[in-house]
């Protein structure tokens, strides 16, 4: 089986896929018009699950690993990059439960213990101090280690937030949509709509906006949660999402472009490098790296790509905010490389005018502008 392109690595090869590779990808049936169709990918998923495979647009390109979000073996543990809520399984039942017993405002301060233990024995410390100096500029002894904890004690609010709304408990929140039109707009085309979002603010309290949109709603990510933390956080609260988990393997972009094919929405993060296909992008006066696969998953599924972010405000209130759409394509090869360089270009400039309103919402602590910086993922 032949392709004149393969899309492996960052850039397009030509390339020659024989039938006995472990790589090639045989549908069970193909349309007229030679197109692999939704139904096509979901009709093998399972028949080709634990092999390595790819998608194969209609320009011809064969794409290996589309979402790029593949987890490097690497002897890193940073728990930013992991798919696993930091704490382990005592700390997190202890927080869940006293969400029950105790409401949401009594576990915020609850929260506080920790989070200053945390801003003086983390290890990620050194990386969040480095970020506030990017946005705040030099500060006194006292002020960074101040800041630092403000910034923890965010991401535990953030994280029991999450859990008391995807509960159903909402009566401590209200929430806007600044820029839903870009979005209505986007899914009239028919095509589905990729939503490319950061580790800013809280997702999945704000996604509940998605809902009134009337579309099936996936959600990426990794899911490396132990089992047991897994039940707890189920028994918390049932997600009003579709969970499609990331696990590294070239499979991982099938039930995407599925899901853009049949017209759903797909959110994906974009603010975390997994691997080498990513590009260097300026960002908070640093270049930093972004990655790009989201654009080549969009072009793949011609479909839409909205920038999309949220911040909560004071009050308990979520704002969304919404760009307006691209529609990434991939153009000569001659000009790809230039053409995805730009369009991270793009999201690190949306990302950085939003964080800049609230930089302590920002949850990447790890050190994001070091030269081949990666969230390291646990193999």
């Known amino acids: 089986m032949d392709f004149p392109r393969v899309w492996v690595d960052g850039r397009i090869e030509s390339r020659t896929v024989r039938s006995e590779d472990p790589a090639a990808f045989q549908p069970q049936s193909q349309g007229r018009s030679g197109r692999l169709s939704a139904d096509d990918f979901l009709s093998t998923e399972e028949r080709t699950a634990t092999r390595t495979r790819a998608l194969v647009d209609k320009g011809g390109v064969f794409a290996v690993n589309p979402g790029h979000m593949a987890a490097p073996v ?37 929260l506080v213990p920790p989070a200053a233990w945390f801003s003086f024995v983390s290890p990620d410390v050194a990386a969040t101090m480095d970020f506030h100096r990017r946005v705040f500029g030099p500060q006194p002894w006292w002020k960074r280690r101040w800041l630092v904890f403000r910034h923890f004690l965010s991401f535990g609010r953030a994280i029991m937030d999450r859990t008391a709304i995807l509960a159903g408990d909402t009566r401590h929140f209200s929430f806007s949509f600044d820029g839903e039109h870009h979005v209505r707009t986007a899914l009239t085309e028919g095509n589905g709509v990729l939503l490319l979002t950061a580790h800013l603010g809280n997702w999945e309290a704000a996604g509940q906006l998605l809902t009134r949109l009337d579309v099936p709603i996936n959600v990426t990510g990794f899911d490396h949660e132990s089992a047991a933390i897994r039940t707890l956080l189920t028994e918390a609260g049932a997600a009003r999402f579709r969970l499609i988990p990331l696990t590294g393997s070239p499979t991982d972009g099938i039930p995407l472009v599925a899901a853009l094919r049949r017209g759903e929405v797909v959110a994906m993060l974009g603010d975390r490098a997994y691997d080498r296909t990513s590009a260097r992008v300026p960002f908070l006066g640093d270049e930093a790296s972004m990655p790009i696969g989201a654009y080549v998953l969009a072009a793949i599924a011609g479909a839409p790509l909205v920038h999309v972010f949220s911040l909560r405000e004071p009050g308990g209130h979520y704002r969304f905010f919404g760009f307006p759409p691209q529609r990434p394509q991939m153009p000569a090869h001659s000009l790809r490389n230039a053409y995805l360089h730009e369009c991270a270009r793009r999201f690190a400039l949306d990302m950085e005018s939003i964080v800049r309103r609230d930089p302590l919402q920002w949850y990447n602590f790890y050190p994001f502008w070091e030269p081949g910086a990666k969230a390291p993922v646990k193999p």
């Open 74 to 110: 690497s002897p890193s543990v940073h728990w930013s990059g992991t798919g696993r809520m930091r704490g382990g399984r005592s700390g997190i039942w202890f927080f869940l439960t006293a969400l029950r017993a105790l409401g949401l405002r009594w576990t915020y301060i609850l």
